[in-house]
């Protein structure tokens, strides 16, 4: 009976630790989920990160992302507002400009995402693009768009007969 | 208009398969199906829209689903209900790659579409033309003033591309549909089917020309 007794105690005092111990893990793991969504560095403005040619055109901007404003939401990741994402050719002018509302921006990799629209021209204004959702790969000049995609594109001067 | 040209466009059928026994075609003005033949012909010096300016209005592209802008090599891919719109054309298929202009004075010369392509042609005059292939190749070029703006259409086999007009339908193995001159040319073997009359009430037995022959481009 006394075995019995000390079993059950024993029992307790386990499930009790156990218990604890799990409750412990858990808060901690709340804490740490909650330590990777805050801010770190909060909010800035007029936010621009530029990327430039190889040598010999070093000196030029390939292409540039930026915003009206910029919150940090993790070490790599940014939300970016008022998204303007230009891309140059290597003599300077102005190959295409994007605007959306906003992105996500992930510093690390050079890579903006959302699913909002996205609208684009070219330098020239021949061009222009429309669509839902994008993903833009600045180190490869790669522009995604998702859905329901619109180009229209200018023609120059009628050379037919 | 164009009538008139499948109706030629048949007879020269009807001559090809004729050649051997030495049966010719009288006051044939053109010579539009070229059969077996591994290159396409230079176009002809004037066509049915000859004279007249070819409409230059935008070129619109759409799809429902997801597009890759290159833009360091310049061109864009589309898919998934894929729609090419311009003044004269419309063309629907399910991919579809363009290159992308570089400059105000550049045109898009380039475009494959692929999987399910149908294109409405409408000439200068105003003729639609119908037509269905699994491949479309669209080629824009100025060379020395002068402009080559062509489609090739092409299925892959035993089914053939088919150019309709009305009632009447060709096949070929590829056809290239010229957009400078509004000329059709149909590469072997070549099977059409032709009402001579706009007006001929469907049900009657069409006349089919159907070859394999080699035969050399006859001289206009």
Not at chain 1, 5 to 29: D, E, M, P, V
Not at chain 1, 78 to 89: D, P
Not at chain 2, 32 to 40: E, F
Request: include cysteine; charged fraction near 15%.
């Amino acid at each position: 009976m006394t075995n019995h007794r000390k079993t059950i105690r024993r029992f307790a005092i386990i499930s009790a630790t156990s218990l604890l111990i799990g409750t412990a893990l858990l808060a901690l793991s709340v804490v740490n989920t909650r330590a990777q969504q805050i801010p770190i560095a909060g909010t800035m403005s007029d936010f621009s990160s530029a990327q430039y040619f190889d040598s010999p055109h070093q000196q030029q901007m390939k292409s540039r992302i930026s915003g009206a404003e910029a919150q940090q939401i993790t070490m790599a990741l940014w939300l970016i507002k008022q998204v303007k994402i230009e891309k140059f050719y290597e003599d300077g002018k102005l190959q295409i400009v994007a605007e959306a509302p906003e992105c996500v921006y992930d510093r690390i990799n050079a890579v903006a995402n959302s699913p909002g629209e996205l609208h684009i021209q070219s330098g020239d204004g021949q061009l222009r693009i429309d669509g839902e959702g994008f993903l833009w790969r600045q180190t490869e000049s790669l522009l995604t768009i998702s859905n329901q995609v619109q180009t229209v594109i200018t023609r120059p001067t009628a050379i037919h007969p | 208009m164009k009538l008139k040209y499948f109706a030629i466009l048949f007879f020269s059928c009807v001559w090809i398969s004729q050649a051997q026994t030495n049966v010719n075609t009288n006051g044939v003005d053109a010579i539009l199906a070229l059969v077996t033949t591994n290159r396409p012909a230079p176009p002809p010096a004037a066509g049915p829209g000859a004279g007249l300016t070819r409409p230059q209005g935008p070129i619109k592209i759409q799809a429902q689903g997801e597009a890759v802008f290159d833009l360091n090599d310049h061109w864009a891919t589309y898919s998934d209900h894929v729609q090419v719109t311009d003044a004269l054309m419309k063309l629907t298929c399910e991919w579809l790659k363009s290159n992308l202009p570089q400059n105000s004075t550049d045109s898009v010369t380039n475009i494959v579409a692929e999987t399910n392509v149908v294109i409405d042609f409408t000439d200068k005059t105003g003729q639609q033309t119908h037509a269905i292939g699994d491949k479309a190749v669209y080629y824009f070029h100025v060379q020395n003033g002068v402009t080559n703006e062509t489609v090739t259409l092409t299925k892959n086999p035993p089914n053939f591309p088919v150019v309709q007009h009305g009632q009447d339908y060709i096949t070929g193995s590829n056809i290239v549909y010229n957009l400078v001159t509004d000329f059709f040319y149909v590469y072997g073997p070549v099977q059409a089917e032709g009402w001579p009359g706009t007006n001929t009430p469907a049900g009657l037995i069409p006349t089919t020309a159907k070859t394999n022959q080699p035969v050399q481009p006859k001289p206009l």
